[in-house]
């Protein structure tokens, strides 16, 4: 099973699987092809979002989940 953790980048996260987009995207990430997609965490995405991270990561761990 694929866990995610808020020190992961995001483009790390959609290189497992590109449909995870949505999740991304709920949470008003939509950039999820730019540069900083590769050099930033999640975590520091979250934040330079406004984005709880922790709830981020849950869903994203949710969504894994649900395909396993």
Do not use: R
Not at 16 to 34: I, Q, S, T
Not at 44 to 54: F, L, S
Not at 56 to 68: D, T
């Amino acid at each position: 099973m694929i866990t995610i953790d808020k020190t992961m980048t995001i483009s790390s996260v959609m290189q497992k699987d590109p449909e995870v987009a949505p999740v991304f995207m709920k949470y008003g990430m939509f950039c999820l092809y730019c540069p900083h997609a590769s050099a930033e965490s999640i975590e520091m995405a979250a934040a330079g979002h406004g984005i709880n991270a922790d709830e981020l990561v849950k869903a994203l761990n949710e969504y894994f989940a649900a395909k396993a």
